[in-house]
């Protein structure tokens, strides 16, 4: 189970649920779009976990493992990521009070992967937000506790908690 948290330019609509849609290669085959070339099967959940104006905290869960699957399925669903540039997301977001932010990076973390053991226990790993991603989403007006939830929430789909 690998758990992913990000920030969307726009929170999804509904909050909850599953992106489906086959992944395959874009014209520039550096990319990725939904129903692509040699497009494969591709789910990912999500959820919003928190809202600042009308940026969110997605909590990420790929069910399979497309190059560029959370990416794309974000976008597709006109919730681009915050710094992708490649898949619609802003790079640069100006502030009612006229500061802008800029991000030099796509604001999607690995944060949580659990493998579960024959044995019936889990190994799980864990890697902490990135201040850069922290910062930014406390610039935006939201709460810094949200990337805990969105991290350490319940899985998405069962899963050990």
């Given at each position: 189970l690998r758990r992913y948290v990000a920030i969307a330019c726009r929170g999804p609509e509904p909050a909850k649920g599953a992106w489906e849609g086959a992944v395959g290669r874009a014209k520039d085959p550096r990319k990725r779009v939904v129903g692509g070339r040699d497009a494969a099967h591709a789910r990912s959940l999500y959820e919003v976990v928190a809202r600042a104006g009308q940026r969110a905290i997605l909590a990420l869960e790929p069910?399979?493992?497309?190059?560029?699957?959370?990416?794309?399925?974000?976008?597709?669903a006109g919730a681009p990521l915050v710094g992708d540039s490649d898949y619609g997301g802003d790079t640069r977001i100006v502030l009612v009070s006229g500061r802008v932010l800029a991000v030099r990076r796509i604001a999607l973390h690995a944060g949580r992967v659990v493998v579960p053991r024959s044995s019936g226990k889990v190994i799980e790993v864990t890697a902490d937000v990135p201040a850069e991603l922290r910062e930014f989403w406390t610039a935006l007006g939201g709460l810094d506790e949200a990337w805990n939830r969105a991290l350490f929430g319940p899985w998405l789909k069962g899963g050990p908690r």
């Amino acid at each position: 189970l690998r758990r992913y948290v990000a920030i969307a330019c726009r929170g999804p609509e509904p909050a909850k649920g599953a992106w489906e849609g086959a992944v395959g290669r874009a014209k520039d085959p550096r990319k990725r779009v939904v129903g692509g070339r040699d497009a494969a099967h591709a789910r990912s959940l999500y959820e919003v976990v928190a809202r600042a104006g009308q940026r969110a905290i997605l909590a990420l869960e790929p069910e399979t493992g497309r190059t560029h699957q959370l990416r794309v399925h974000a976008a597709h669903a006109g919730a681009p990521l915050v710094g992708d540039s490649d898949y619609g997301g802003d790079t640069r977001i100006v502030l009612v009070s006229g500061r802008v932010l800029a991000v030099r990076r796509i604001a999607l973390h690995a944060g949580r992967v659990v493998v579960p053991r024959s044995s019936g226990k889990v190994i799980e790993v864990t890697a902490d937000v990135p201040a850069e991603l922290r910062e930014f989403w406390t610039a935006l007006g939201g709460l810094d506790e949200a990337w805990n939830r969105a991290l350490f929430g319940p899985w998405l789909k069962g899963g050990p908690r």
